[in-house]
């Protein structure tokens, strides 16, 4: 019966903890469009939301409308759905390997999607091609994919979850490397975006984005949920995986796609966002005080959304009206959170 | 004759498909113990790994039931076969609960959410393995002899006919290690699963299994009930023993004996005699010792760690013969511990010889220090 009112209060507080995620991540949407160099009032928000943008009432003036609406929404929907890409990628790696230090962007995942991204613009616009969005996404996959493929690669010849981070950092370099080299030389007007895109930031989002963005999130994100079972007992170690009817090799096949096609999403649109994937699932774990892939991969999700809806509304308006790369900020955040887990794990090996 | 309850046929396991082990041909009843036991590296944890289906068999087959287990869909197997296995676990904020409840896997559903019903055979499982009192206790936080208790009723979680276990006692200490056996042949007794574990504990294993299949450096080598494997010496061949002695009677070990000449002849029996020949094996002092019958207490020690020793067979009696050659080894030692000073009808004599002792002006001190 004790056993019965603990997982009743376990309940409760989860509902809490998710609640409040919830609430955080729609006052942050609110400031994120509310906050900015042109100043639009409350009323002017609800009325442009409430309506629809191309039929956005009498009060909101057109340039308050297009700011709204062409700008802050499409940024805020992209900090919305990217973030919690990360924060589910993230926790996706550091369940495959078992590492709380993993993430698209030390793994170099990141940035080898966009050296991949970096080089079919420079070539395409080279030629007078534009890129589409779902362009974007494959060439990001492709680079993902590559990335992930050599860390799994030195996973099986390094030991140790620290030497396996530093191979990933290494290959960030490489890629990071040879990106700068491609934007640094291309001399196209066009490619001149890529510099701020090769530092990762939310600017630019187009409707058109988001959506193609939201739809490739959802399905990632459903087939993760779907995945839940057993990722809970993968979790506990591989050996015990199997020995409950897992099947070990289309699980990891499906980590293995499942969290480099949502980092390259996050790639192709925002460039490379640090620190966000390392750090959201330790957060999560501290509010809910469970690991539990059910709570987990929703609360990694909106978790992930919350960090960056917030890191990006200081990356704008801080030092306004210069840009900020949502890096700077995510870093300032998310690295403290890494050095704590680091230092957490230390104390309670003894 | 029905079909054991488990069988292999033919097996050969390895890794990537080199065979460290071929040919396993075993069977294990319900309500059986199997052991494998063996030196470090002959491969019995390659051997419960491809049963569990964790490694690729490479030839042969698992017979579970009469049907092969290859043709079990994952679900199946996981409904009648649970593993405790060396493993590194890891866990995060996760309570003993919560481990052990992985173990319903095979019976939830789709999102692995657990009904009142299989909350309730976690709670008997716990029970059942003396961890129910570690169940809000953090994972991470119990020693080595808790966590493998609540290892075991995770594995009883998946309601298991057979149960394979790796080493399952290596780094509990005596208390945890008997404990563990103990609570492992109770749930055998109860449920009528079949165990087959690795053990290096050979005096447990000696105890506890109905079959012994012994895996040397080159292969399975005998497979039988302890009582045929655990004698005339061969687990000091199984193992490679060359220094030291492995006691299979009573599983003592002994550590590798002084050579040379004997400088000190111990008169025992009865078990008087043991803790002397240790101090003296740790002086590094070679030493003679008698006469003692071959059942006495002191008579395996005395084997493996005397030069030698006066002895004859139980039932028989003392005579000169065994007499003399006592004398003569007193006689070739310059000191003699003198371990007991009284003696029974059936040994006189032992007596002659203590009095030959007292006569002969060697330095004489007490068995005790």
């Given at each position: 019966m004790r056993k019965q009112r603990q997982e009743n209060n376990k309940i409760t507080s989860d509902i809490i903890g998710f609640t409040l995620l919830a609430a955080a991540v729609i006052i942050l949407l609110v400031c994120n469009l509310g906050i900015g160099s042109v100043r639009t009032p409350i009323r002017d928000i609800l009325g442009s939301m409430g309506r629809g943008g191309a039929y956005a009432?009498?009060?909101?003036s057109d340039t308050v409308r297009t700011i709204l609406w062409r700008i802050r929404m499409p940024r805020a929907m992209a900090a919305l759905i990217l973030g919690g890409a990360l924060g589910l990628a993230g926790y996706l790696l550091q369940t495959f390997f078992h590492?709380?230090?993993?993430?698209p962007f030390v793994l170099g995942i990141s940035s080898g999607a966009k050296l991949t991204v970096a080089l079919v613009m420079v070539f395409l616009l080279g030629s007078g091609i534009r890129v589409s969005s779902w362009g974007m996404i494959a060439a990001a996959s492709a680079g993902a994919f590559l990335a992930m493929g050599f860390v799994l690669v030195m996973s099986r010849r390094v030991s140790g979850m620290a030497m396996l981070i530093v191979s990933g950092v290494m290959i960030g370099y490489i890629c990071s490397a040879v990106t700068d080299l491609v934007v640094t030389f291309a001399q196209d007007a066009d490619i001149v975006n890529l510099h701020d895109w090769s530092k990762g930031s939310?600017?630019?989002?187009t409707w058109e984005n988001v959506a193609v963005m939201a739809a490739v999130v959802a399905v990632s994100s459903a087939a993760v949920l779907l995945l839940a079972k057993p990722i809970g007992a993968y979790q506990t170690g591989e050996s015990y995986a199997v020995s409950v009817g897992v099947d070990l090799r289309r699980l990891r096949m499906a980590l293995v796609l499942l969290s480099s096609m949502l980092a390259a999403c996050i790639t192709a649109f925002a460039g490379p966002v640090s620190f966000v994937g390392i750090a959201v699932p330790h957060l999560v774990k501290k509010i809910f005080r469970t690991s539990k892939p059910l709570v987990m991969i929703p609360g990694c999700f909106l978790g992930g959304s919350v960090f960056c809806l917030f890191c990006d509304l200081l990356a704008r308006t801080l030092f306004a009206p210069t840009e900020l790369s949502i890096s700077t900020v995510t870093a300032v955040f998310g690295a403290p959170v890494v050095l704590a887990v680091i230092r957490n794990r230390k104390r309670e090996r003894g | 004759m029905e079909p054991c309850f488990f069988q292999t046929r033919q097996l050969a396991a390895g890794y990537h498909n080199e065979?460290?082990?071929?040919?396993?041909t075993v069977d294990v009843d319900r309500g059986e113990i199997l052991t494998l036991i063996g030196p470090?590296?002959?491969g019995k944890s390659t051997l419960l790994k491809s049963i569990a289906g964790q490694l690729p068999l490479i030839s042969g087959s698992v017979w579970l039931d009469g049907r092969k287990?290859?043709?079990?869909?994952r679900q199946e197997l996981s409904r009648r076969m649970a593993v405790v296995f060396t493993d590194k676990t890891y866990t995060e904020l996760m309570t003993c609960g919560d481990v052990a409840a992985g173990g319903r896997y095979p019976y939830t559903g789709r999102f692995g959410v657990l009904s009142k019903q299989d909350w309730e055979i976690v709670r008997g499982a716990m029970e059942k393995t003396r961890?129910?009192?570690?169940?809000?206790?953090?994972?991470?936080?119990?020693s080595d002899g808790q966590r493998q208790r609540v290892l075991l009723a995770r594995a009883l979680c998946q309601q298991p006919e057979i149960l394979l276990l790796d080493?399952?006692?290596?780094?509990?200490d005596i208390r945890y290690k008997l404990e563990f056996l103990s609570t492992l042949q109770r749930l055998v007794k109860e449920t009528r699963m079949s165990v087959i574990m690795s053990l290096h504990e050979l005096d447990m294993a000696q105890r506890i299994s109905d079959k012994v299949l012994c895996i040397g450096n080159g292969g399975m080598e005998r497979f039988g009930p302890p009582e045929e494997i655990f004698r005339d010496g061969y687990i000091g061949r199984l193992f490679g023993v060359e220094s030291g002695s492995y006691d299979e009677g009573n599983g003592t070990t002994e550590l590798e004996a002084a050579q040379g000449a004997p400088q000190v002849f111990v008169l025992a029996g009865g078990g008087s005699g043991r803790d002397t020949y240790r101090r003296l094996q740790r002086n590094g002092t070679a030493f003679a010792t008698g006469i003692?019958?071959?059942?006495?207490?002191?008579y395996p020690p005395a084997k493996a760690l005397a030069c030698e020793v006066v002895s004859l067979p139980g039932g028989e009696s003392m005579g000169e013969a065994q007499l003399k050659a006592a004398k003569k080894l007193v006689d070739a030692c310059g000191e003699v511990i003198v371990c007991r000073e009284t003696f029974g009808p059936w040994e006189q004599m032992n007596r002659e010889l203590w009095e030959y002792i007292l006569k002969s002006g060697k330095r004489i001190s007490g068995g005790k220090k």
């Amino acid at each position: 019966m004790r056993k019965q009112r603990q997982e009743n209060n376990k309940i409760t507080s989860d509902i809490i903890g998710f609640t409040l995620l919830a609430a955080a991540v729609i006052i942050l949407l609110v400031c994120n469009l509310g906050i900015g160099s042109v100043r639009t009032p409350i009323r002017d928000i609800l009325g442009s939301m409430g309506r629809g943008g191309a039929y956005a009432g009498a009060q909101a003036s057109d340039t308050v409308r297009t700011i709204l609406w062409r700008i802050r929404m499409p940024r805020a929907m992209a900090a919305l759905i990217l973030g919690g890409a990360l924060g589910l990628a993230g926790y996706l790696l550091q369940t495959f390997f078992h590492n709380p230090i993993a993430g698209p962007f030390v793994l170099g995942i990141s940035s080898g999607a966009k050296l991949t991204v970096a080089l079919v613009m420079v070539f395409l616009l080279g030629s007078g091609i534009r890129v589409s969005s779902w362009g974007m996404i494959a060439a990001a996959s492709a680079g993902a994919f590559l990335a992930m493929g050599f860390v799994l690669v030195m996973s099986r010849r390094v030991s140790g979850m620290a030497m396996l981070i530093v191979s990933g950092v290494m290959i960030g370099y490489i890629c990071s490397a040879v990106t700068d080299l491609v934007v640094t030389f291309a001399q196209d007007a066009d490619i001149v975006n890529l510099h701020d895109w090769s530092k990762g930031s939310f600017s630019g989002i187009t409707w058109e984005n988001v959506a193609v963005m939201a739809a490739v999130v959802a399905v990632s994100s459903a087939a993760v949920l779907l995945l839940a079972k057993p990722i809970g007992a993968y979790q506990t170690g591989e050996s015990y995986a199997v020995s409950v009817g897992v099947d070990l090799r289309r699980l990891r096949m499906a980590l293995v796609l499942l969290s480099s096609m949502l980092a390259a999403c996050i790639t192709a649109f925002a460039g490379p966002v640090s620190f966000v994937g390392i750090a959201v699932p330790h957060l999560v774990k501290k509010i809910f005080r469970t690991s539990k892939p059910l709570v987990m991969i929703p609360g990694c999700f909106l978790g992930g959304s919350v960090f960056c809806l917030f890191c990006d509304l200081l990356a704008r308006t801080l030092f306004a009206p210069t840009e900020l790369s949502i890096s700077t900020v995510t870093a300032v955040f998310g690295a403290p959170v890494v050095l704590a887990v680091i230092r957490n794990r230390k104390r309670e090996r003894g | 004759m029905e079909p054991c309850f488990f069988q292999t046929r033919q097996l050969a396991a390895g890794y990537h498909n080199e065979p460290v082990l071929r040919d396993i041909t075993v069977d294990v009843d319900r309500g059986e113990i199997l052991t494998l036991i063996g030196p470090n590296g002959a491969g019995k944890s390659t051997l419960l790994k491809s049963i569990a289906g964790q490694l690729p068999l490479i030839s042969g087959s698992v017979w579970l039931d009469g049907r092969k287990t290859s043709d079990m869909s994952r679900q199946e197997l996981s409904r009648r076969m649970a593993v405790v296995f060396t493993d590194k676990t890891y866990t995060e904020l996760m309570t003993c609960g919560d481990v052990a409840a992985g173990g319903r896997y095979p019976y939830t559903g789709r999102f692995g959410v657990l009904s009142k019903q299989d909350w309730e055979i976690v709670r008997g499982a716990m029970e059942k393995t003396r961890a129910a009192d570690l169940w809000d206790r953090d994972f991470n936080r119990i020693s080595d002899g808790q966590r493998q208790r609540v290892l075991l009723a995770r594995a009883l979680c998946q309601q298991p006919e057979i149960l394979l276990l790796d080493e399952p006692v290596s780094y509990l200490d005596i208390r945890y290690k008997l404990e563990f056996l103990s609570t492992l042949q109770r749930l055998v007794k109860e449920t009528r699963m079949s165990v087959i574990m690795s053990l290096h504990e050979l005096d447990m294993a000696q105890r506890i299994s109905d079959k012994v299949l012994c895996i040397g450096n080159g292969g399975m080598e005998r497979f039988g009930p302890p009582e045929e494997i655990f004698r005339d010496g061969y687990i000091g061949r199984l193992f490679g023993v060359e220094s030291g002695s492995y006691d299979e009677g009573n599983g003592t070990t002994e550590l590798e004996a002084a050579q040379g000449a004997p400088q000190v002849f111990v008169l025992a029996g009865g078990g008087s005699g043991r803790d002397t020949y240790r101090r003296l094996q740790r002086n590094g002092t070679a030493f003679a010792t008698g006469i003692l019958y071959t059942h006495d207490l002191d008579y395996p020690p005395a084997k493996a760690l005397a030069c030698e020793v006066v002895s004859l067979p139980g039932g028989e009696s003392m005579g000169e013969a065994q007499l003399k050659a006592a004398k003569k080894l007193v006689d070739a030692c310059g000191e003699v511990i003198v371990c007991r000073e009284t003696f029974g009808p059936w040994e006189q004599m032992n007596r002659e010889l203590w009095e030959y002792i007292l006569k002969s002006g060697k330095r004489i001190s007490g068995g005790k220090k």
